[in-house]
């Protein structure tokens, strides 16, 4: 599947399945608007370049572009590079058009049952030393327990993006959070891959 679209009301909880989204496809992201014919002949202007490595293509509010834009915007879904993947955002399945709907896979958003202290345990690892953070990372030794930490870490990093003026450095950890989700997933040891994952934010 080389096309998303992600629904809901919230765009905390969207922005979140944006992130767990391009870390499981291990992708590079490029923000792209569309709203009009114009940005269609950009994006189709982009896509003609050989993407050299695998980049998802985030549209947000696909429901607000025109019926024009949309209609031209078809044909990037239906010939994808193969390295090249799409992620549309809209805030309900209705609103946007059945011809897109029927060439993506559906992610609806939930209300988040997460505990609260998940993310507050996050936020006190990111203030701890990195010899606090490897004896942290220490007690996680079940493989989903540790994916389910990394994917937290990436969420609270990418929600920080919007409030901190620490861009680079959060863009940092966002991308060493997605290598090591990429190496758990592909059953990397996960004692090692998370004392890794600890080095390297700190590097």
Do not use: W
């Not at 507050?120 to 990111?126: D, G, T």
Request: charged share 25%; with cysteine.
């Amino acid at each position: 599947m080389h096309a998303y679209l992600i629904v809901g009301q919230h765009n905390e909880l969207i922005d979140e399945a944006v992130t767990k989204l391009i870390g499981k496809l291990s992708v590079k992201l490029i923000e792209f608007p569309l709203a009009k014919i114009d940005d269609v002949r950009a994006l189709r202007s982009f896509t003609k370049l050989r993407v050299l490595y695998s980049t998802a293509i985030l549209i947000k509010n696909i429901e607000a572009a025109s019926t024009e834009a949309v209609n031209a915007f078809l044909k990037n879904l239906e010939e994808p590079q193969e390295s090249l993947y799409y992620i549309l955002t809209s805030p309900s399945v209705k609103k946007v058009l059945p011809t897109i709907v029927s060439r993506c896979q559906v992610i609806k958003t939930l209300i988040s049952k997460r505990s609260s202290v998940n993310s507050s345990e996050i936020q006190k690892f990111l203030n701890m030393s990195i010899g606090e953070k490897l004896m942290y990372v220490d007690k996680i030794k079940d493989r989903r327990e540790a994916i389910e930490f990394i994917e937290e870490f990436m969420i609270i990093c990418h929600r920080l993006l919007h409030t901190k003026n620490q861009y680079s450095l959060l863009s940092q950890f966002l991308k060493t959070g997605r290598q090591a989700l990429k190496n758990l997933k592909a059953n990397g040891n996960v004692t090692l891959q998370l004392a890794n994952f600890v080095i390297n934010l700190s590097s």
